[in-house]
C-alpha cells in the first residue's frame, strides 16, 4: 500500500512539474519577439549616424515590450544603397532607410521629397509642408503604392560637394566627375559636370583612384565620417540643398501584422528618431567642419554674383522636370508653387 502511495504521489509531482514548464515555455512565448525585423540603412558600423539608427532599432523594441525585435544592418551587410528600397518592398528586409535619389527610377517622388536643389533650409517650413501642407499624405499614397508604409522623416543638413581640385568659379565644373545620384546630379550636369551614382560606401576609394574627382555628401558629417578630406580637400561654399528630408520605411505585409498599439509605439520612436537626428546632427556639422578643417580642408573662394546667378539657373528647370515624371511628384511641386503665391 505505502509503495502504490508513493508511487502516486512521485506520479502527481512529475504531472505538476509538466505543468509547471509548460506554463513556463509559455510564457517564454509570450515574452519572445513577436516580430523580428530586419532594418537596412545607409551608414558604415561605428559612424555617427550608424549609432542613431542603432537608437531608432532599441526605442522600436522599448517601446513594443520587446514584441518587435529589430536587427541593424549596416552599408554592404547584405543589403546595398541602391538594393534598399527594393529590399524593403520584396521583403528581403523589413525596415529601410533609404537615401531617395538613389532610387529616382523606382520611386520618382522620393526625388522631390529628398529637397530639389536651392530647397529650404528652415526645418520650421519644411516640418510644415510634410504636416500641414498635404506632403505626408501624397508620400503615404506614394510609397503606400509600391507596398510601403511611409513613417516620419528626418531631416539632415545641407548637401556640399568635396572636389579633388579647388573650384575657383562655376566654370571649374565642367568636365569633373562628381558623384551625385538623382536631382543632385541632374543640376551638376547644367554646370557642365559628369555625375556618377555611386554608394556612399565607395566615396573613398573612387577619390583616391581617381574614379571621381568629387562628391556630394549627405551632409558635412558624411565626408568627415568618409576621411573623405584625406584624397579631397576642397569644398566648394554654395550648398546643393539647404536641407535634405529622408524617410523611414517599412514592409506593408509585415506592419499589418502588428496591432494598432504596436503600430502607434513604432511610429513613436520613429518620431523620436527623427527629433535625435535633427538635435545631433547639428552639432556633429559643426564638429565635422573644424575636424577637416584641421585636417586641411580649404573653401573655394566667396562666389561671385556671376556664380551665384549660374548656381541658381542651374536648378530652375528641375522643378518642371520633376514635375511630368509621375502624379506624385507633380503634386508635390503643386504644393510647393502654392507656397510661391
Do not use: C
Request: aromatic share 8%; charged share 25%.
Amino acid at each position: 500500500m505505502l509503495k502504490t502511495l508513493l508511487k502516486v504521489k512521485k506520479q502527481l509531482v512529475a504531472s505538476s512539474l509538466a505543468v509547471a514548464l509548460g506554463a513556463g515555455a509559455v510564457a517564454t512565448s509570450a515574452h519572445a519577439a513577436d516580430q523580428n525585423w530586419r532594418f537596412a540603412n545607409l551608414y558604415g558600423r561605428g559612424t555617427a549616424f550608424g549609432e542613431i539608427y542603432e537608437n531608432l532599432a532599441k526605442n522600436i523594441e522599448t517601446n513594443t515590450d520587446g514584441a518587435v525585435k529589430v536587427q541593424v544592418l549596416y552599408s554592404g551587410e547584405g543589403v546595398g544603397t541602391t538594393g534598399i528600397l527594393g529590399a524593403v518592398k520584396s521583403g528581403l528586409v523589413t525596415m529601410g532607410a533609404p537615401f531617395q535619389s538613389m532610387h529616382a527610377g523606382e520611386l520618382p517622388a522620393g526625388v522631390v521629397e529628398i529637397g530639389l536643389p536651392g530647397g529650404t533650409d528652415d526645418t520650421d517650413e519644411l516640418h510644415e509642408l510634410f504636416y500641414d501642407k498635404g506632403w505626408g499624405e501624397i508620400l503615404t499614397e506614394a510609397y503606400g503604392s509600391q507596398g510601403l508604409v511611409w513613417l516620419d522623416p528626418y531631416i539632415q543638413p545641407p548637401v556640399y560637394i568635396i572636389t579633388k581640385e579647388p573650384i575657383n568659379s562655376v566654370e571649374d565644373f565642367k568636365g569633373l566627375k562628381i558623384r551625385a545620384p538623382g536631382a543632385y546630379g541632374k543640376f551638376l550636369r547644367n554646370l557642365g559636370a559628369s555625375p556618377v551614382s555611386l554608394a556612399w560606401s565607395e566615396i573613398y576609394t573612387s577619390l583616391s583612384t581617381g574614379v571621381i574627382d568629387g562628391s556630394i555628401g549627405s551632409n558635412m558629417i558624411d565626408h568627415r565620417d568618409g576621411n573623405h578630406v584625406e584624397v579631397a580637400k576642397y569644398m566648394y561654399r554654395l550648398p546643393l540643398a539647404g536641407a535634405q528630408v529622408l524617410p523611414i520605411v517599412v514592409n506593408r505585409n509585415a506592419w499589418n501584422k502588428l496591432t494598432d498599439e504596436q503600430k502607434e509605439e513604432v511610429r513613436a520612436a520613429t518620431k523620436t528618431h527623427a527629433e535625435e537626428q535633427l538635435t545631433k546632427s547639428k552639432k556633429w556639422e559643426s564638429e565635422a567642419v573644424a575636424e577637416m578643417e584641421a585636417k586641411g580642408l580649404k573653401w573655394s573662394p566667396e562666389p561671385s554674383e556671376a556664380d551665384k546667378k549660374a548656381w541658381a539657373a542651374a536648378g530652375a528647370g528641375l522643378w518642371d522636370e520633376y514635375a511630368a515624371s509621375d502624379e506624385y511628384s507633380k503634386r508635390l511641386i503643386d504644393v510647393l508653387r502654392a507656397e510661391q503665391k
